[in-house]
């Protein structure tokens, strides 16, 4: 590794990155030197660099989705058969006149009834304890 040969890439990527800037400060000199730091920068961009290469050629390598005529929007070419559809919900059926008339609605069959208070209006305010002595099952 040529630490010279990079100075001006050192130079900018450093004014343009400042978490790079800032784990560069802390780093250097107290932990590593200023040629380390920069050594093991450049090998880790190198790695990267080929594990995206890799990637990019492995995606090559996969089958390409064939498209008819570039658009997703033409999938489902079967919709043919529906083209003549009427998507329009339809009118609700409303029945005659005559016809609400000769069938009792579900009201008038139902008889009438007194309306019911609720079970708590009938209990006590209070529960008085039983005097009934209970006997164990031995007894």
Sequence with gaps: FELLA????IERRLQEDPELRATHR????HTLTYKAFWERYFYEV????LQQEKREA??????QPRIKGGALSDWGDDD????D?????????????SAALAKPSAL???????????PSASLPDSIEPSA????????
Excluded at 80 to 83: A, C, R, S
Excluded at 85 to 97: N, Q
Excluded at 108 to 118: D, K, L, Q
């Design 132 to 139: 009934t002595k209970y006997v164990s099952p031995s007894q």
């Design 6 to 9: 990079h100075t001006q890439e």
């Design 58 to 63: 492995l995606l090559r390598q996969l089958p």
């Design 46 to 49: 190198h790695q990267l660099m």
């Design 26 to 29: 802390q780093l250097v000199p």
């Design 108 to 118: 008038t069959r139902a008889p009438m009834r007194a309306p019911v208070s609720p």
């Design 85 to 97: 559809w009427d998507d329009t919900p339809a009118a609700p059926a409303r029945p005659s006149a």
């Design 80 to 83: 043919d058969q529906f083209d």
